[in-house]
């Protein structure tokens, strides 16, 4: 299982495909879907790969994308 | 109701004016990046956010202080560092941080910089350097490298530039370091470490600006430019700071460069006061906040 997974504000992303570029694990890839300002935003290819490390997320220019850790005892 | 997870927020939520996102900048605009990274250093760091303001001048860079949810000062152009030491000096117990582009803080505004170095005054200053006049169409500035082309220079600039780190060094300031927009958890790591210094520290912060810059030069958008900051950036600390100039293409070197202790303006001030006039020195009693005692005056209130 994952250790880690993304929230992705699609609506806010502009498509400059850093999270894309300089995700450790290449879990996102630039979707092909438009979002309405119409940039491609991300999405998740490789979820398994996540770890949760937020790296995303401090490179994201638009704050439309984090990563968290998953708890381990989630039951 | 939804059947989601619940998952922790952004750690940069909390810190923005939500109903001011989106924002701005230009896709691939680097300045949303160092927000990040400022935003994890006031985490880590745990600072009180009722004693910490931010100051900004003009610019694209200068949108930042309008976009964080802090106490937050837009000023005039060139002018963010002296309305910083105005705001230090009338309550010492505020962290000051001035957060501003290279053209506000370097040019309009760069007697201040170096006379408030000089002075040590006990500020934050963290430079995004776009190398350009980004928001009023990528004119040439004190930074732009040689043989590039600016709006101002369409057959390419000739004009030296300076070299910030040497600049800080040199006027004072106890703290400098540079990172690039790729370096985002070392820069954080560098905010972190500014909030633990007392004097004058500056962070200079290379960030792209594709779209007056970059684009002009045939340099590719803001993903390009991250990458070739990942392939040109050479991290040596402590590196004298005479040997870290910026060039067109070259090398770009980072890292912490000076961390030293020096006396601040305040401190320099009472010992001199204390010395000339011995027991007659009476310290200045410092308001902090809302406990201003309000008093009414022409039918308004003011703080006295
Ligand atoms: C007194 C004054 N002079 C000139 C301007 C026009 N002006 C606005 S922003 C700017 C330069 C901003 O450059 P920089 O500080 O590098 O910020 P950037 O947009 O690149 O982030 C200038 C010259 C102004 N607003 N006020
Ligand atoms: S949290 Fe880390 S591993 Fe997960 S998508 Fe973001 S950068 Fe990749
Ligand atoms: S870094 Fe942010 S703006 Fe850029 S593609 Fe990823 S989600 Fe979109
Ligand atoms: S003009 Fe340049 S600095 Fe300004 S928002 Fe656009 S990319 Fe960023
Ligand atoms: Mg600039």
Redesign the pocket.
Known sequence: MAKGAVEIIIERCKGCGFCVEFCPTKVLALSPAFNAKGYHAPHVVASDKCSGCDLCGMFCPDFAIHGWREKKASA | MSTELIHPENPVEQFLRSDRIPH???P??G?GTTVNCFTRALIDSKANLDKLAIVSGIG??GRVAGYLDLDSFHTTHGRAIPFATGLKLANPDLSVVVYSGDGDLFAIGGNHFIHAARRNVDIKVVCVN?LVY??TGGQTGPTTPGSVVTATNPYGTFEPSFNLPQLAEAAGAVYVARWTTFHVRQLARSMYEMFQKKGFSFIEVLS??????QRRNKMGDGLDTMKSYKEKSKKRDGAPTSEVPLTRDGEIVVGKFVDRERPDYLTLMKAQFQASLGERYQEPEMHSGCEFEQSEIDGGTICQ
């Open positions: 701005i900048w230009c691939g605009c300045i694209c860079t776009n980004a928001m792209p600006c594709p779209t007056l810059y």
